[in-house]
């Protein structure tokens, strides 16, 4: 009896392993027939979510990174759509796959959206986020700024959104769970006034207030060296759940109708607006961060995932792809945590009231 059990296994794995091997080379075979970049215009924007100009730069740029080390290894196109695929349309990875122009297995695109996205950080995403670490950038990203919002010295608008994971084991899971109640990682976004993401911080978990993940980001340290050494007088826009900075600029609450700080404020959310819209723009054209998914990975998997998705965005917006925003998110109002430093604070509201006098009298 266990002797015919054990013909009966091998029978069936020898019959499993077939109807793999058929499926590979049916696969194989597909793929070969099918020239993703054949397809119209309107119909590759459609599967892929970018335009034929910007999928070919990626294949370009990535191409050492993710060239085929063996001879029946896929052709870097195909990982590269597949990854865009998966990062713009938030479905499965099994889903994925089955895409007639691209045809590989679940566990194959698992692989290959991992080799692109580690490639698009390490070659890519220096290139394409960076906060303006020299004068003339500063002097750049101001002048757009001040040419449409008439202030001058700013640099860009910041703040956090929360992107949904799947939650991790316990006790360390518990400090993803944010003020909702769901498991997410807190994301810091600052763009400037083209909705461009200058910089991007994913390494905190959703618990985390807004303002101690700012004050411990590089941005902040710039910013602060600027200021101690009388570099311009350069700030960003925050909203309320921050605290006001020399380097940070926030709305006045409760400010008089009719009064110089109303007017000020309602220019400041205008302004501040641009983040929000950023943000919608980045979920609403990278679906796997959008309001109703959740990133199956651990946190730091979905870190990289994420940093990716941010790099895809402003190529995307290079390229002049065409976005979607989602249902727009709920406002939410924080407690600005205190600066430690009163000597600072004076000089941040010192700052805030010049320009509310100067521009707004």
């Not at 590269?80 to 499965?92: C, E, H, N, T």
């Not at 303006?132 to 700024?145: I, N, Y």
């Not at 759940?241 to 400010?255: I, S």
């Not at 965005?313 to 979607?324: L, P, T």
Request: hydrophobic letters at 35%.
């Amino acid at each position: 009896m266990l002797q015919n059990h054990n013909i009966f296994r091998m029978a069936l794995f020898f019959i499993l392993n077939e109807e793999r091997r058929a499926r590979k080379i049916q696969r194989s075979r597909l793929r070969d027939y099918a020239n993703p970049f054949e397809l119209p215009e309107q119909e590759f924007f459609h599967n892929y979510r970018m335009n034929k100009p910007m999928a070919l730069y990626l294949c370009r740029e990535l191409e050492g990174a993710l060239a085929p080390r063996q001879r029946h290894g896929l052709p870097v196109h195909i990982k590269v759509l597949v990854a865009i695929k998966f990062m713009a349309g938030g479905s499965y990875q099994r889903e994925i796959g089955q895409d007639h122009n691209l045809c590989v297995a679940q566990r194959t695109a698992s692989k290959y959206i991992g080799q692109v996205v580690a490639a698009i950080n390490r070659s890519l995403k220096p290139k394409w986020i960076s906060f303006p670490g020299t004068e003339r950038e500063r002097r750049d990203v101001a002048a757009a700024f001040q040419e449409i919002y008439g202030l001058p010295d700013l640099l860009g608008t910041i703040d956090c959104t929360h992107v949904s994971i799947f939650p991790p084991p316990r006790p360390r899971g518990l400090q993803f769970i944010n003020r909702k109640g769901k498991h997410t990682l807190n994301v810091q976004l600052i763009a400037d006034v083209n909705c461009r993401l200058l910089h991007v911080n994913a390494q905190y978990p959703g618990r985390v207030h807004d303002q101690f993940i700012f004050n411990h980001s590089v941005v902040k340290n710039e910013l602060r060296r600027l200021y101690d050494l009388r570099i311009g007088s350069y700030y960003l826009l925050g909203d309320s759940g921050y605290g006001l900075e020399p380097w940070l600029m926030t709305p006045v609450l409760n400010a008089a109708p009719g009064s110089a700080e109303e007017r000020y404020t309602a220019w400041h959310c205008q302004v501040r607006n641009i983040i929000e819209r950023t943000n919608g723009y980045l979920k609403g054209s990278l679906r796997c961060l959008g309001l109703d998914r959740s990133l199956h990975y651990s946190p730091e998997k979905s870190c990289r995932l994420i940093y990716a998705c941010c790099t895809i965005y402003n190529i995307m917006k290079h390229f002049r792809v065409e976005m979607d925003e989602p249902l727009e998110e709920p406002v939410q109002q924080h407690r600005p945590e205190p600066v430690p430093q009163a000597a600072l604070y004076q000089a941040a509201l010192n700052k805030r009231n010049q320009l509310i006098f100067t521009y707004f009298n």
